[in-house]
């Protein structure tokens, strides 16, 4: 249930924004891009969300938080590379040892 929650309150964020993504040949804005890829890790069934951080400047996502396992972290930043407009991925996600 939380996870429908934060993906469809990060899909009302993305709606407001939605402009950014119009076809054109203007940059899309980081919190565009931010709100869409917090979007993509909601979605994804195998990703926690929540325990994710994402920040992004000038199109270079930083992810940053916790996961459970190395797949959780490499889901997370394939699910940043699916987003338009973003230009580089930094994944610091720390997984326990």
Avoid: C, F
Avoid at 59 to 70: I, P
Avoid at 76 to 91: C, E, F, I, M, S
Wanted: avoid cysteine; hydrophobic fraction near 40%.
């Amino acid at each position: 249930m939380r996870k429908y929650l934060v993906a469809l309150t990060a899909l009302t964020l993305t709606s407001a924004v939605a402009w950014a993504d119009n076809g054109s040949s203007h940059p899309v804005r980081d919190s565009y891009i931010t709100t869409k890829v917090k979007a993509e890790l909601a979605a994804d069934h195998m990703t926690k969300a929540r325990d994710i951080h994402v920040a992004t400047v000038n199109g270079v996502v930083m992810l940053t938080g916790k996961a459970r396992s190395e797949a959780e972290k490499d889901r997370a930043q394939k699910d940043a590379w699916r987003v338009k407009g973003v230009q580089a991925v930094h994944n610091d996600i720390k997984v326990p040892e």
